[in-house]
């Protein structure tokens, strides 16, 4: 006999809280980085971040981690990825999935005003990770734009909600979110060099061979990146102060893996992976924090 459950006022609600909570779990789990500078947040803007961040994690796990060490094979991954964008797409529509943290992507989507025409590239850059990895420059910009631009365009959709601006500070706002997922990307394909090239056999970088990468190359990468943080780094300003200071943190905190990467040699990169160390991260944080000093 099935137990009755206690009456609630409203049974969605009571099951959308509990999506929201599964998604902020997720993230706080596998990203220090990004769960410190969420802390940064209003409180209903960090849920919906979480939201966000929770689906792009599980997306993922599919083609990047734990589907591979539960043993599925290349097409059992492409199988449950595909299941997993036509299950965002049905809840977009719906506004109710029974997977927790696609209904709190779903509802997060719905009330920030994207869907889709986000979600779709998103999905396609993921199952490209499914192949062998030998891009062009014009499929690597495909493949940032669809892995990491749209996931900065749906957390400024949440920034934004509910707020007019002016058509130049959106186009402007845009253009920062995408530079700094983009930098985001280029970082953790330098850092993830050593698994990438030498477990997973994957080469993001065209005309780079990862396995003998030169001092001259990695300059010239790192330098491509510091020009994404400039100029997301220049928009900051203009956020609203619902994320401002949490987004200053993000690009403090990847400023600090960007000179890491710099000042380590080229061919150490392919025997370890470059982090940041937390008490760094919290120095970030505090700096953040501070108020700015009077002219």
Same mark, same amino acid.
């Given at each position: ?7 609630? !006022? ?31 947040? !209003? ?21 990047? *981690? ?23 797409? !049905? ?9 927790? +943290? ?59 909600? *509910? ?42 970088? %065209? *005309?780079?061979? %990862? ?10 990468? +790192? ?9 997301? *780094? ?13 987004? =200053? =943190? ?46």
């Amino acid at each position: 006999m099935r137990p009755r459950k206690p009456v609630a !006022s409203s049974d969605l609600s009571l099951y959308t809280r509990v999506a929201h909570r599964s998604s902020s779990r997720v993230i706080r789990d596998y990203s220090t980085s990004f769960g410190l500078a969420s802390r940064l947040l !209003s409180g209903d803007v960090r849920k919906r971040v979480e939201d966000i961040y929770a689906l792009v994690r599980v997306a993922d796990e599919v083609v990047d *981690g734990a589907a591979e060490q539960a043993g599925l094979g290349v097409d059992r991954q492409r199988a449950l990825l595909d299941a997993l964008e036509a299950e965002t797409a !049905s809840a977009l529509g719906d506004g109710y999935s029974t997977n927790l +943290v696609v209904h709190a992507f779903a509802i997060t989507a719905r009330e920030s005003g994207f869907g889709v025409d986000l979600t779709a590239p998103f999905f396609a850059s993921m199952r490209r990770d499914l192949s062998a990895v030998n891009f062009t420059e014009a499929e690597l910009r495909e493949y940032i734009y669809g892995s990491a631009e749209v996931v900065g365009l749906m957390c400024l959709r949440v920034f934004l909600r *509910g707020r007019t601006i002016e058509d130049a500070q959106r186009l402007r706002l845009e253009e920062g979110a995408r530079r700094l997922g983009a930098a985001f990307q280029k970082i953790n394909f330098l850092r993830d060099l050593a698994t990438d090239w030498s477990t997973l056999g994957r080469s993001y970088f %065209p *005309g780079i061979d %990862p396995g003998q990468l030169t001092e001259q190359q990695k300059l010239a990468l +790192v330098a491509d990146i510091e020009a994404d943080l400039d100029a997301a *780094g220049s928009v900051l300003p203009e956020l609203p102060a619902n994320c401002r200071r949490a987004v =200053a =943190a993000a690009h403090g905190m990847f400023s600090i893996l960007t000179e890491r990467l710099k000042s380590t040699p080229a061919r150490d990169l392919l025997a370890a992976r470059v982090r940041v160390p937390t008490r760094t991260k919290l120095a970030v944080l505090a700096r953040t924090l501070m108020p700015a000093r009077p002219l």
